[in-house]
């Protein structure tokens, strides 16, 4: 009777409805995602440097990438889409990945750097130096470290491929049992900006009396910074510290200068250079315009002064360096600061090394060293102070340049230093025994915490910096309120020659697709006409099977 009743459903079906959906909806349900929400994630990633300088091209120079995963120590890394994290990245790995032709890499590095171990540090450092360097058209992502990213990272390092040792039986299982993800840039190809500006802010507190016969002191310093990455490259000792002191020496001195008793007869010239990072094109420019012009009324300061004071690299350390392309004589202006300088730093910090460093410049390197080189070469007395001693610091161009690279209470005494030792030159002494000491507390410390919590608060990377961004905002606005004729200046490479080139594409988004691997298909493949098969021969065999079963129910019902 139960056979019977199976062979009025059957015919029922044989005739109106699929009789295999009744096998493969259960099948298919059992192996889709549990979630449809997890089968792809996307996340931000910067990618590495792209830009010419001087004829040169620097970093990568490809951005898509829509490749298959795995990780970087697997077998077959051809046209695939590399993953490691940062504690597995060396150089030597990174030119495998060159040598194998791989397609896109990917290296994600921890949310908070500092927490990196000191070898650890100096390990990351040397390779990024190594990787800034290179010119390749392998697409090179960095990503900070998420749950979901780290999740990815282990499925891929025992999966297929992989350089783990597995049985025959594990590695057919995981070829069709395992997830593999394909890894989708979602922007464009990287494209040239020619026009894209680079911007200048300067201004001035003139001094006592007739502005064009007093002699003039130029400050400067650099804003912006520079990592592997643009998008994870914040500067804080290099060079948001050298910003900094040069504000609160504006804020300090304009105090000064608002009052006829305290009315120094200098002029002070204060600029805050754009495209330090890329052989101090700000500073080149801003040269050229004003003295090889000559239209302008900086151009009779410039051609008259008496040093030009680069700032750089000042929020750490225990020295404090003086460099200078040309010692200088003891009678002129650069060496009554040096002095004041030592004088300075021996009455207030009996801790504090201060030294004089002096480099040649070397024309035939591709880059200078220090921003006073620039003014250097166009034989304008220059010098630029630094706690480092040496201009090849790693550190000066790394993303692991953070906020908390920079001790405030540091540099806010460098302020204090520089300023008093300003001081004295400005105003002297009375006798050689007389103390100068212009400024007290001033709320420098608290001061210079405001400015470094906001100059470390979003990159500063030359290719990120717009007109309208708010890092510049706020250095224009706070030079703005210290003194006056306060201008923002802007320029552009040369159209025919150009001396850099900028690239688009420093930030974006990739979406990491979980897919099964193509053997995975094949399986899926073969299994599903083996059910079509078996269906079909039950279907169309129904008779026989009905006999066969006949024969083992019957006498079971019988029984009963």
Not at 224 to 243: E, H, W
Not at 321 to 336: E, L, N, T
Not at 382 to 387: K, M, Q, V
Request: net charge negative.
């Amino acid at each position: 009777m139960i056979i019977d009743s199976l062979e009025d459903i059957f015919e029922a079906f044989r005739g109106n409805f699929p009789v295999q959906l009744l096998i493969f909806i259960p099948l298919l349900i059992i192996i889709s995602p549990v979630s449809p929400v997890h089968g792809s994630h996307d996340f931000a990633v910067y990618r590495m440097q792209q830009y010419d300088l001087q004829g040169r091209p620097y970093g990568c120079r490809n951005a898509l990438v829509n490749l298959e995963a795995r990780s970087l120590d697997s077998k077959a890394v051809t046209r695939r889409c590399l993953i490691t994290t940062l504690h597995d990245f060396t150089t030597a790995k990174f030119r495998y990945a060159l040598e194998h032709n791989a397609g896109g890499l990917l290296v994600l590095i921890p949310q908070n750097l500092t927490a990196l171990s000191t070898a650890e540090q100096e390990l990351f450092l040397h390779m990024e130096a190594d990787l800034m360097e290179e010119e390749t058209n392998l697409p090179v992502y960095f990503a900070q470290e998420t749950p979901q990213l780290l999740r990815i990272y282990h499925d891929l390092q025992h999966s297929v491929g992989s350089s783990h040792e597995l049985s025959t039986i594990q590695e057919i299982s995981n070829a069709v049992t395992g997830n593999g993800f394909q890894m989708v840039f979602s922007g464009q190809q990287s494209k040239a900006q020619p026009d894209m500006k680079i911007f200048n802010i300067q201004g001035k507190l003139s001094g006592l009396g007739i502005e064009e016969r007093l002699p003039t002191i130029a400050l400067i310093a650099h804003y912006d910074a520079y990592g592997v990455a643009p998008g994870l490259s914040f500067g804080a000792d290099s060079n948001g510290s050298g910003v900094i002191v040069l504000l609160e020496i504006a804020r300090l001195f304009s105090k000064l200068y608002s009052s006829t008793k305290t009315h120094a007869k200098y002029n002070l010239l204060f600029l805050l250079s754009g495209g330090g990072k890329f052989n101090y094109q700000g500073s080149k420019h801003w040269i050229e315009d004003h003295i090889d012009t000559g239209a302008t009324e900086e151009a009779t300061l410039l051609s008259d002064v008496s040093y030009a004071l680069c700032l750089d690299s000042l929020g750490g350390g225990t020295g404090l360096y003086m460099h200078v392309s040309k010692p200088p004589r003891d009678d002129s202006a650069s060496g009554h600061l040096k002095r004041c300088l030592e004088e300075t730093v021996e009455a207030h910090s009996s801790d504090l090394r201060f030294g004089l460093v002096h480099k040649k410049i070397n024309l035939g390197d591709d880059l200078l060293s220090w921003e006073h080189e620039r003014y250097s070469i166009r034989r304008l007395p220059a010098l630029t102070l630094s706690h480092l001693e040496r201009p090849n610091e790693p550190r000066r161009s790394s993303i692991l340049d953070t906020r908390s690279a920079v001790d405030a209470t540091v540099l806010a005494r460098n302020v204090k230093l520089i300023a008093d030792a300003l001081g004295r030159h400005l105003y002297g002494r009375v006798n050689e025994s007389a103390q100068l000491q212009l400024f007290g507390d001033e709320g420098i410390e608290e001061s210079v915490r405001g400015w470094l919590d906001m100059l470390t608060s979003v990159p500063r990377a030359q290719q990120v910096l717009t007109k309208d961004h708010p890092i510049l905002t706020s250095l224009l606005a706070g030079m703005s309120r210290f003194m006056n004729d306060v201008q923002l200046l802007s320029f552009t490479a040369e159209k025919r020659d150009p001396e850099f080139t900028f690239f688009s594409g420093v930030t974006g988004v990739m979406v990491a697709y979980s897919v099964k691997p193509a053997l995975f298909d094949l399986f899926l493949g073969l299994c599903i006409a083996a059910y079509l098969a078996i269906i079909y021969l039950f279907v169309l065999k129904f008779s026989f099977v009905q006999t066969v079963l006949r024969r083992f129910i019957a006498p079971k019902l019988k029984s009963l």
